[in-house]
């Protein structure tokens, strides 16, 4: 189940989030998996309490339409059963436009539940009221494989900045794959005899390959950009 208004590129910009919660994250009690993660987007450690939350990050760090991440943005007081009660997202996305999405990470089995179905069906009703364009994830949108897996090996690289070296490997390549309009990451790191460098310009957008496949020696790299594979895109 995912909600989402029909065009939140059309949408109004809201007023910026802090880069501090609105609640306490990292806690050193209970058992929930909690920790931080190094974004490349934000410029900083950001937050997550679960696994699932912290595989989403890898996701919002590849797509090329976020320019910031705020995690736990802000509280949302909504009526549900007679009561008043509160609800934080795990994170609010702000979009290279301005616009922004909140996005609430949660298990499948969770939203089986007919109580937590009819909770974040309310939740979305109140957000929509105040203009916040909503969405839920979750492992079947976020896990999907071996995209994740590529994301992983590639967001080390990303950490590293696009640096002279960089431009002299892709400076190298330019006339290989103009020639021949692609190569596989075998024959790219046979030439340029440097296979970090190769995977540093993929993943940095230089080079393109399908990330829908895993990457291997007969993935085939270009220069030109693909369409993004992102579960984003879905609703633009």
């Known amino acids: ?13 809201l ?16 058992t929930i998996i909690r920790g931080r993660f190094p974004s490349v987007t934000a410029h900083r450690m950001v937050a997550f309490e679960q696994l699932l939350e912290r595989d989403a990050l890898y996701l919002f760090e590849f797509c090329p339409f976020i320019k910031d991440i705020h995690e736990q943005p802000f ?7 007679n009561k008043t009660r509160r609800y934080t997202p795990d994170y609010a996305l702000t979009l290279l436009n301005g616009s922004r999405v ?8 969770s939203l089986l539940k007919q109580d937590i179905k009819t909770k974040f069906e309310t939740i979305h009703a109140a957000m ?17 494989e071996p995209r994740l897996a590529n994301f992983k090996r590639l967001h080390p690289f990303l950490r590293t900045p696009y640096s002279l070296e960089s431009r002299r490997i892709f400076k190298n390549m330019q006339s290989q794959l103009h020639q021949h309009g692609s190569l596989t990451l075998e024959a790219c ?17 230089m080079l393109h390959c399908d990330l829908t496949q895993p990457i291997g020696p ?3 790299l270009s220069m030109k950009n693909e369409e993004v594979d ?3 895109i879905d609703w633009l």
Do not use: W
Request: charged share 25%; proline share 5%.
């Open 189 to 205: 790191t046979r030439h340029c005899k440097d296979e970090y460098g190769v995977l540093h310009l993929l993943a940095h957008g």
């Open 218 to 220: 007969e993935s085939v």
């Open 102 to 109: 909140i996005i609430e990470v949660k298990p499948t089995r």
């Open 230 to 232: 992102h579960v984003l």
């Open 75 to 81: 509280r949302l007081n909504y009526a549900f059963a």
């Open 1 to 13: 189940m995912t909600y989402m208004l029909d065009s939140y590129f059309k949408s109004p910009t």
């Open 128 to 144: 929509e009221r105040q203009q916040h364009h909503f969405m839920i994830l979750t492992e079947r949108e976020i896990r999907q």
């Open 15 to 30: 007023k910026g989030f802090a880069s501090i919660p609105a609640r306490e994250v990292v806690t050193p009690s209970g």
